[in-house]
């Protein structure tokens, strides 16, 4: 390209080239904004003497400026080899030179003696064994649950094959895949909460079940959206690749083609007539967006030849519920690592049932029968029972999913980016509770509904919607589970909005010992006040 094209563009080309040549990197916010906003016409020039209207081509370029920058959403997070908190706290290196150490093994130990007397007393006083029955229950239909639960994942093939036949060009993403794509979510999530219903799967079956079909319809969602867009991207990369080919053929000297077509830049408020090297200019730069925006991060695996079946089930495996061309990975799998998670599921599972054993289900048999008066007075009582067993099950379930499931599942598929949580314990105001607590959810939150709402609607209207549909998937969750429909947990969580709101006053924002404390009452709290209610009420 001259130097004369360079300097007549005030677009992103001579800056773009010198950035975008490396095959990993993908076009930056800055870099799209710059694109033109208008239509590139091409069009055959008038012959005298002849009654054949002239052929005329347009293509809008603001259309795909809009596409590709709607496309950033899918790069928003960058997966990195990362460790959990824990588990760079607790490597051997680390972990003897921390100055707390001794707190983390007392925890432990603590919990240990707690539940060894536990159980001395469910034998003393029960002549059972702690959890005992409570474990009966949990593999109460063990085989139709996981049957069940099989099935549900290979259902879920229906999604690789629809985006199979898009990469075929047998459909097309835009309203016809992703109309079949949306039905297809809706029949599997009613066809799962109706099997949950027809089966009468117990509490502990029940929460299972809907929670992976909860994992695997967003699984679904990431999947098919990402892929959707990247065919649309295919689709005009190789349309814009025969403009190419149109434009320089004009280029040639002794082409007839350079005599034959012009070229224009339709504006909404003028036209402008450009040569065949500004031509050139502007359609290459489009087609090196386009090719960059169809590579993954890391830059080894291009679309489509990821839409493969392999690669579907190691997308469902890995835990990550927002999907990526690319994954990285780790050398190999560490088997005294996957073994110590392994043991740490199994044990802290135990725990768990151990708890909801001694404390829960007593509370819930308490008050069978009652009225609701009678009920109304035995709640305070019982909160402040199950006020401390609630916090300390709430965070051995956080534990055992984000840092030990999770990661036994990371080790399992190499998947090198192990943050699922951020250090949520020091949180200052519930925005950040929200950020760091989950941050798979949080992710895929951010992607697919927050980024997807902010086309419509403004910031703040964005994040109501992404707190409302989070809370209304939480309480579905609990009517399945439950079988109540009381809407506590969507109470709580839209609940969260005022606290953000009184979190930011000028005593909590500038004394973070205060808004921590403040936090962590509302979490000890929080847990145990529904617990109370779902099971009195």
Not at 124 to 133: K, S, Y
Not at 175 to 192: D, E, K, M, R
């Amino acid at each position: 390209m001259t130097d004369s094209g360079c300097s007549q563009s005030a677009s992103p080309v001579c800056d773009a080239n010198a950035i975008i040549n490396v095959e990993s990197i993908h076009p930056t916010v800055s870099l799209l904004k710059a694109l033109p906003e208008c239509n590139l016409v091409i069009k055959e020039k008038e012959i005298e003497n002849t009654k054949k209207k002239p052929a005329k081509s347009s293509f809008p370029l603001k259309n795909l400026k809009d596409l590709l920058l709607s496309g950033r959403v899918y790069h928003d997070y960058q997966f990195r080899p990362r460790k959990s908190i824990f588990d760079r706290v607790t490597t051997p290196q680390t972990f003897l030179k921390n100055e707390f150490r001794g707190f983390y093994v007392l925890f432990w130990l603590s919990m240990f003696v707690w539940i060894v007397q536990l159980y001395a007393k469910s034998y003393w006083l029960r002549n059972t064994i702690l959890g005992l029955p409570l474990a009966r229950i949990v593999f109460r239909q063990f085989f139709v649950l996981f049957g069940s639960d099989f099935i549900m994942v290979f259902l879920t093939l229906f999604s690789f094959v629809l985006q199979w036949c898009i990469a075929k060009r047998y459909i097309a993403w835009s309203n016809t895949g992703y109309i079949i794509q949306l039905v297809w979510q809706g029949c599997f999530t009613s066809l799962a909460a109706y099997w949950v219903v027809h089966r009468k799967f117990p509490v502990i079956q029940s929460l299972f079940f809907t929670l992976h079909c909860a994992v695997l319809v967003m699984k679904q969602h990431s999947y098919a959206h990402h892929l959707g867009y990247l065919s649309t991207v295919s689709a005009l990369h190789e349309a814009y690749g025969d403009v190419l080919k149109v434009v320089r053929s004009s280029l040639k000297d002794d082409s007839n083609e350079a005599e034959s077509i012009s070229f224009e830049l339709e504006y909404p408020d003028r036209t402008e007539q450009i040569d065949a090297i500004k031509a050139d200019e502007v359609v290459a730069l489009t087609m090196k967006y386009l090719d960059h925006s169809l590579w993954s991060e890391i830059g080894n695996v291009v679309y489509p030849t990821n839409v493969t079946l392999l690669n579907y089930i190691d997308y469902l495996l890995i835990p990550s519920l927002v999907y990526s061309l690319e994954f990285p990975r780790v050398s190999k799998i560490n088997l005294k690592y996957l073994t110590v998670k392994i043991i740490s599921t199994f044990s802290v599972l135990f725990t768990c049932l151990a708890l909801v054993d001694w404390y829960f289900l007593p509370a819930a048999e308490s008050v069978q029968g009652l009225d609701f008066v009678t009920k109304l007075h035995h709640a305070p009582f019982l909160m402040s029972r199950l006020l401390f067993p609630a916090v300390i099950l709430y965070l051995l379930l956080f534990y055992l999913t984000f840092d030990v499931i999770l990661n036994a599942f990371a080790e399992i598929t190499k998947f090198a980016d192990r943050d699922f949580y951020g250090p949520w314990w020091n949180t200052v105001t519930w925005d950040e509770f929200a950020r760091q607590w989950n941050k798979p959810v949080h992710v895929f939150l951010m992607r697919h509904v927050y980024h997807s709402s902010r086309q419509i609607l403004n910031k703040s209207m964005a994040v109501v919607f992404t707190f409302l549909l989070s809370a209304l998937v939480h309480e579905f969750v609990m009517l399945l589970v439950t079988k109540k429909l009381r809407c506590y947990i969507l109470f709580f969580q839209l609940l969260q909005l005022p606290l953000y709101d009184l979190s930011q006053m000028s005593a909590f924002k500038n004394n973070e010992l205060l808004g921590n404390l403040f936090f962590w009452i509302g979490i000890f709290t929080g847990p145990s006040f529904i617990c109370i209610l779902y099971i009195v009420f």
